[in-house]
């Protein structure tokens, strides 16, 4: 991934200052990007590291960008990483345990997602494998085995499907312990009823650290919520064939998903708003 290169080039970049790269050691310093596609690699060496006394911190990729010679070239970021990181630390935030949580979340959300779509595509499959058979049991090379001597249809238990179906509940549980032990979850999404934690799992695997944004403004077009310019009015934004949306689909699945429980739910506090 990109992170894994940035760091690795880190290590590059300090080898040709300071000599060999040795590995991380107490009183070493990792800094790395705020998000990304290389938070599993960042979790895996901070969960190593961090209890041994390396530090490690994380800027947003807009103070990055307001650092590089050229806006829009990214070519070079391992250097400008680098050398914020030695200038001054206070545009990084450093990484706790309270934030591997969170980074635990953005992967275990789509862990459990995957193994929903597994499950959801196997069940599919096996479906339409009992409406083609409508057809060829009717037929004279019908499998006799499927039948007992009544000529009823045996139970047949499929262990695909039940592995799949333990994968899923297996990975829905870690995601809810995860969720359980993040006082977010526990303050600001339990609460709000029709969120549980597959759509707060949804939105925090999204958004993955507030501290990613320089304002409201910007999460709320990442979220796909904002509002542009239609005549003398303003409208939510929507895709259009051949126009890409620059919105986070999974965080805007998210918030359709909680419009559509509070539309279930019409005395909640905000299926009562919707109602007005």
Known sequence: SQDEELL???GQYQAEKDGPF????????????LGGSGDAFIFALAGRYLKQGVDFIRTPSFR?????TNPDDSSQDVHVIADMAQADEEDFYPITEKDLQFIYITQAWPAYERAMKARMAYTQRLAKVAHDEVYILASDIAPREVFDKKGKRKSVTDAGLEALEKEESLRLHALEHALGELDI?????????GIGPKLAGRLISA?????RFPDEAKLMS?????????GDTRIFPRQRRGQPAN???TARQALFLLAEQA??????KWGQELRY
């Open 8 to 10: 690795f080039l880190h």
């Open 22 to 33: 040795l590995g991380l050691h107490a009183g070493d310093l990792v800094a790395t990007m």
């Open 64 to 68: 990055i960008r307001d650092r590089r």
């Open 185 to 193: 979850y526990r303050d600001i999404f339990e609460p709000i009823e």
């Open 207 to 211: 958004i993955i650290d507030i501290r």
């Open 222 to 230: 990442y979220l796909g919520v904002h509002t542009i310019p239609a």
């Open 247 to 249: 919105w986070n689909s």
């Open 263 to 268: 539309n279930k739910r019409p005395g909640s």
